[in-house]
């Protein structure tokens, strides 16, 4: 029950971000070596196996959805999110893509007030203008550190957060475990014709990939799968608003992986810039779930800020 372990809910949702961000440093590497819609591919339909699996074994959740049209939305805003997030990676440093793709919550915020019709505060305009702002000083336009490739993380943010008001409304209509397995579907559904049809040898790419490249395409739709089950759990462990600020953690970790993988350290103004990012965030989130606080209906899954 929310509220009764709280630093168990905190421990996960580090994990989470652990998974997350191992998740998006292990893409950019084995986009190098395999194509990403391959890798894309993979992680869903990992998450629609395993899920399924899952599911089958469930006393509690089944496969029975009443809101079908809901899932295939939900599945294809977060697909979208997904490609952008693995298109990106191959373009921009981990930590500052992770940095700019967090301004999910302040983006919320813009949508709540225009599709919604919420009556926003002044400190969360506040906070949504400082966000931007960081963003502006990671981005540095006219700086040629990254061109065309913000891109990726910016319309990633604004996907996501279109998947998170929708969710927001619908969430509680279904099992968060059913909507995770149709999320998967969804995605696995939506991207086997793609591969079918592209000019991708699947077969001759995964029988000539060497069994380390092979590991570490299961590893990412592990991360990717149990990492959205340690958010389910967490969030069934504490509030929502306690945990919304431990998730920019997930920024430090990318940094800290991608240095270990890659030896590649932001610069000063990088780290200025995901501070800010970080922060105001961070105080959005928490500001969104209180003002949710008074509607107990709502799932786990709609607070669910990190992009998979």
Not at 27 to 40: C, E, H, Q, S, T
Not at 41 to 56: D, H, K, T
Not at 173 to 201: K, N, Q
Not at 212 to 241: D, M, S
């Amino acid at each position: 029950m929310k509220g009764h372990r709280p630093a168990r809910g905190i421990a996960l949702i580090a994990l989470a971000a652990l998974c997350f961000a191992t998740m998006d440093t292990t893409i950019k590497y084995l986009g190098a070596f395999l194509p990403v819609l391959l890798i894309l591919w993979a992680r869903y339909a990992f998450q629609a196996v395993s899920m399924g699996v899952w599911l089958l074994r469930s006393r509690t959740a089944g496969f029975r959805t009443e809101h079908p049209r809901f899932q295939l939305a939900r599945g294809a805003l977060l697909l979208a999110t997904s490609a952008l997030s693995f298109f990106g990676v191959q373009r921009m440093p981990v930590a500052e893509f992770t940095a700019i793709n967090m301004l999910t919550p302040v983006v919320v915020t813009l949508l709540a007030a225009w599709v919604l019709h919420e009556r926003v505060s002044a400190p969360r305009w506040a906070l949504v203008c400082a966000a931007f702002a960081g963003a502006v000083i990671v981005i540095r336009p006219g700086s040629g550190l990254f061109g065309w490739a913000v891109l990726f993380p910016l319309a990633g943010a604004l996907t996501y957060a279109s998947f998170q008001v929708l969710t927001s409304k619908l969430s509680a209509l279904e099992s968060p475990y059913t909507t995770h397995f149709y999320t998967g579907l969804t995605g696995a559904l939506v991207l086997t014709p793609l591969l079918f049809f592209s000019a991708i040898d699947t077969d001759g790419t995964l029988l000539a990939a060497p069994p380390r490249q092979l590991a570490l395409l299961l590893a990412i739709g592990a991360l990717g799968t149990v990492g959205h089950l340690f958010l389910i759990l967490a969030l069934g462990l504490a509030p929502t608003a306690t945990l919304m600020p431990f998730i920019y953690l997930q920024i430090g970790v990318a940094a800290a992986v991608s240095w270990v993988v890659f030896r590649y350290v932001p610069d000063g103004w990088a780290w200025v810039g995901m501070g800010v990012i970080a922060v105001c965030g961070a105080a959005s989130a928490w500001l969104n779930m209180r003002k949710t606080a008074s509607h107990p209906a709502t799932s786990t899954v709609a607070a669910d800020t990190i992009a998979d």
